[in-house]
């Protein structure tokens, strides 16, 4: 009996598993469409790398330029690198936290934990700011 429960156990959390990854995936595409929707090729945001192991100066909030859609500085995210790189966490099945702008939709926080150890950092990324040229 207690094999049968297990079994049962295994197959329902899975279950919820997809479903949250698909719900997920419903929420980055609904935030793609809204940051479609806004049509910024120009802008600019403040971005934070809240990185646990990484040095404190790498830590340090910076400005980010976007013109016609590409970052001016080498290494800079873009709204669309950040919107591809949660989509690469969810297709790896990391563990991702999001929270997206409720207008422009573009992600204001994430959290990717791509292994479950408890000193590994993960990523955590903070958005700011974010405005037209």
């Known amino acids: 009996?207690?094999?049968?429960?297990?079994?049962v156990?295994?197959?329902?959390?899975?279950?919820?598993?997809?479903?949250?990854?698909s719900g997920a995936l419903e929420e980055l595409e609904a935030a793609r469409q809204r940051w479609s929707?806004?049509?910024?090729?120009?802008?600019?945001?403040?971005?934070?790398d809240d990185c646990g192991e990484c040095l404190p100066s790498s830590r340090l909030p910076r400005e980010v330029v976007v013109r016609d859609g590409e970052?001016?500085?080498p290494?800079?995210?873009?709204v669309d690198?950040?919107?591809?790189?949660?989509?690469k966490a969810l297709a790896d099945g990391s563990?991702?936290?999001?929270a997206y702008h409720p207008?422009?939709?573009y992600p204001e926080y994430i959290w990717i934990d791509r292994e479950a150890r408890v000193r590994d950092g993960g990523t955590h990324w903070l958005i700011h700011e974010l405005a037209g040229p």
């Open 9 to 21: 156990s295994m197959i329902a959390l899975a279950a919820c598993s997809g479903t949250a990854a």
């Open 37 to 48: 929707a806004a049509g910024l090729d120009d802008y600019r945001f403040t971005f934070q």
């Open 71 to 73: 970052a001016s500085a």
């Open 103 to 105: 207008v422009l939709g």
């Open 81 to 87: 690198s950040l919107f591809d790189a949660v989509e």
């Open 75 to 78: 290494g800079q995210p873009t």
């Open 95 to 98: 563990s991702v936290d999001v």
């Open 1 to 7: 009996m207690r094999k049968i429960c297990l079994i």
